[in-house]
């Protein structure tokens, strides 16, 4: 009898040998069998047989284990189409959602999954910036799995439904996603949008029982791709109107009454040209704030000035920011198919939103005012609408309760417009915004209203331009490289955008007083032309009644740099643009309204 028939007697006897066997598997003996085990199968010769034997019980063993641990990941991973919120939908992450899951409840899963998508060579190498990320890949794995083995496990599914959604993906791709089960069905995505869309409308309400803003715009959506239309068919756009309710920061009810506005208004005399000027501080503001922007172009260009960026002298001065963090709470509204583009369709707007939408009563809507942020043109309609309704009943009737603002985004839209406008010239006018777009390839800038993005791109690579240009000329030094070396204080660097800022944005043009009854002339000449030329026909009338027989130098013709001139206008214009974007960009609506006089 060998050792392993006498082994197997003993664990396989009955009656005298129980005892042996019971002494075999106590407690006080499992560390001795484990390590026989592992002798056994790390043994040169016994480790073929271990794995031959262990095999198909470990694929058995790791079955049942990750049944297990999919049984209990799924009251994490359970949510139906009723239970999303958009507070889930603004923090959904994958890899916030799985990984926990992954750790502490599927461990097993996880480690199968990093065997099956990771070599041991790749494992082992150092992780770069550039290297793929299993990590999310696996998370996604794990996902669709639990998805497929149960419906109701659609954390993921309904987090990456919403972002397809979201990206405009075909009722075709959403399906096609959804049978590899990386998102829900395009049913089901349809639901959550509706039920997100009850929640958002839900809290809009209560927004809006307190003191909120209104904005709207209009939308067009592609609804038909195909290019033959019926009368009976979809048409290929689908115009519509999409509103905004905004919360106001420390906004009191008692400071939003309508009544009081209603009558400073009409107690009110008419807008003058004095009161549109901006006061010493605005001026001495606006001052302060481009000197900052001119020196954060050199900055920004030249490398030995980095360590000034952070410099206190080299920051903004704030006027009046919104407080630090802070983001404004808003609740968007359904898109309807109303549209704003007429003055009865924006009051068709106004019944839908407070009426329809946010189901208020008509009689609590006469007491609030609604500050209403909006571009030109739909600002132009509302009052339009509130001349229409001007002998109407109630407030709300008479849309009083709405007080009108332009968009901060509009007004630089706008401003940055009516520069290409006043600046566009033509290709051979040396300085126009057409000649320095054709110096830069710049394309798709012709038409009228370009767009925003492209123009705003193009503008500001232009300023930086002839503003670096002016830093090499006005440092002092043979290069700007030279004039870092001199590491020159920030007060230094201030006193020369100063100086540029003198020079470079305020025209040395004086024209004499000229006859008013003379019909004007166009100072937009050639370079060879005289000023002389261009302002006798307007000075010639007053001219002809002088008394005086001599003649005065300073009434011969000044010559004149066309280009020059009109550059340092460009300049100027820039740099009002630059601090509107850049007062936008911080939230500091102190330095907006520093400018707005001067922009009026």
């Not at 050792?3 to 005892?19: H, P, R």
């Not at 996902?143 to 497929?148: D, E, K, R, S, T």
């Not at 050199?298 to 206190?312: A, E, P, R």
């Not at 000649?435 to 705003?456: M, V």
Request: glycine share 4%.
């Amino acid at each position: 009898m060998t050792a392993i028939d006498l082994l197997t007697y003993v664990i396989e006897g009955q009656g005298d040998f129980e005892g042996f066997q019971n002494a075999f598997f106590s407690p006080k003996n499992r560390a001795s069998l484990l390590s026989l085990l592992s002798l056994i199968s790390t043994h040169e010769k016994g480790s073929p047989i271990f794995e031959d034997w262990a095999r198909p019980r470990a694929i058995q063993i790791v079955c049942e284990k990750v049944h297990e641990e999919m049984e209990a990941a799924k009251p994490d991973l359970k949510m139906s189409t009723k239970d999303v919120t958009p507070e889930f939908i603004a923090g959904w992450d994958i890899n916030a959602l799985m990984e926990p899951i992954s750790q502490s409840i599927t461990p097993t899963l996880t480690a199968v999954l990093m065997a099956a998508t990771e070599s041991k060579e790749s494992s082992l190498k150092p992780k770069g910036s550039r290297s793929r990320n299993r990590a999310t890949g696996r998370h996604i794995l794990s996902a669709q799995i639990h998805f497929l083995r149960s419906f109701a496990s659609a954390k993921m599914q309904i987090g990456l439904a919403c972002m397809a959604w979201a990206s405009g993906a075909s009722k075709q791709l959403m399906n096609v996603l959804h049978h590899s089960c990386l998102t829900m069905s395009y049913s089901s995505t349809s639901a959550i949008i509706s039920a997100l869309a009850d929640s958002s409308i839900a809290k809009a309400k209560l927004a809006a029982s307190h003191p909120h803003a209104l904005t709207y715009d209009n939308i067009n959506i592609s609804t038909s791709i195909f290019v033959e239309q019926g009368p009976n068919m979809m048409s290929k756009v689908q115009s519509g109107t999409f509103a905004v309710i905004y919360e106001l920061l420390n906004a009191r009810p008692e400071d939003m009454q309508i009544q009081p506005m209603v009558e400073n208004l009409r107690k009110s005399s008419p807008l003058k040209l004095t009161d549109c000027r901006p006061s010493i501080s605005s001026l001495r503001s606006y001052t302060t704030q481009t000197a900052v922007n001119i020196a954060q172009i050199l900055l920004k260009y030249v490398d030995g000035f980095h360590s000034q960026k952070d410099d206190i002298l080299l920051q903004h001065t704030p006027r009046r920011p919104i407080p630090k963090g802070h983001k404004t709470v808003f609740y968007p509204l359904r898109a309807t198919t109303i549209e704003e583009a007429t003055v009865e369709g924006n009051l068709h707007v106004h019944d839908d939103v407070y009426l329809v939408q946010l189901d208020k009563d008509p009689d609590h809507l006469n007491d609030m005012a609604i500050p209403s942020l909006n571009d030109q043109l739909t600002n132009a309609r509302i009052r339009g609408g509130q001349i229409l309704r001007r002998k109407d009943v109630t407030p709300f009737d008479r849309r009083e309760v709405f007080q009108l603002a332009f968009g901060g985004f509009h007004l630089a839209m706008n401003l940055i417009w009516g520069i290409l406008e006043n600046h566009r010239g033509t290709l051979n006018q040396t300085g126009s915004l057409t000649h320095l777009f054709a110096i830069l390839e710049k394309t798709r800038l012709g038409g009228e209203h370009p767009d925003y993005h492209t123009l705003l791109a193009a503008l500001t690579q232009i300023l930086h331009g002839l503003i670096l240009n002016a830093w090499r000329t006005e440092c002092g030094y043979p290069s700007l490289v030279d004039f870092e070396k001199a590491n020159p204080s920030p007060n230094d660097i201030l006193s020369v955008a100063h100086a540029i800022m003198e020079k470079y944005t305020v025209p040395e043009l004086h024209l004499k007083a000229i006859n008013p009854k003379a019909p004007l002339q166009d100072l937009n000449m050639d370079e060879n032309s005289t000023l002389g030329s261009s302002v006798n026909l307007q000075t010639s009338l007053a001219d002809e009644d002088s008394d005086d027989v001599g003649s005065d130098p300073e009434d011969e013709p000044i010559s004149m740099d066309l280009a020059h001139d009109n550059v340092i206008l460009l300049t100027r214009d820039l740099l009002y643009a630059t601090e509107l974007v850049a007062a936008m960009s911080a939230g500091d609506f102190g330095r907006i309204e520093d400018i707005l006089p001067t922009l009026a």
